[in-house]
Nanobody, 123 residues
Framework: QVHLVESGGGSVQAGGSLRISCAAS????????LGWFRQTPGKEREGVAA????????YYANSVKGRFTISQDNAKNTVHLQMNSLKPEDTAMYFC????????????????WGQGTQVTVSS
């Protein structure tokens, strides 16, 4: 079973940047995909970005394309999400999770959810 821990959230003004990280431990060898998701109170969790571990193929929600970049550090079993040109609507709790069989942005396909890291963007 994989164990995921998010870090790096915080507060930033609109237009600023943040990098959040997801460190994986435990049995990581069968996990094909690591993804980032976000959620605000009263709303459903939405996929932000995902990366096919190994080949490095990435997927992005339309709302973050061109602003966010997901990357992997295989030596450290860590996935990063670089967030640039942040907007107030990016404010949310960000979670990472793993998909053992495919890769995309559908939360229901993922498991091993971390506890989340808060990102707050002020106008």
């Amino acid at each position: 079973q994989v164990h995921l821990v998010e870090s790096g959230g915080g507060s930033v003004q609109a237009g600023g940047s943040l990098r959040i990280s997801c460190a994986a431990s435990g049995y990581t060898y069968d996990w094909k995909c690591l993804g980032w998701f976000r959620q605000t109170p009263g709303k459903e969790r939405e996929g932000v970005a995902a990366i096919y571990v190994g080949p490095g193929i990435s997927y992005y929600a339309n709302s973050v394309k061109g602003r966010f970049t997901i990357s992997q550090d295989n030596a450290k079993n860590t996935v990063h999400l670089q967030m640039n040109s942040l907007k107030p609507e990016d404010t949310a709790m960000y979670f990472c999770a793993a998909d053992p069989s495919s890769c995309g942005l559908r939360p229901s396909n993922f498991a091993g959810w971390g506890q989340g890291t808060q990102v707050t963007v002020s106008s």
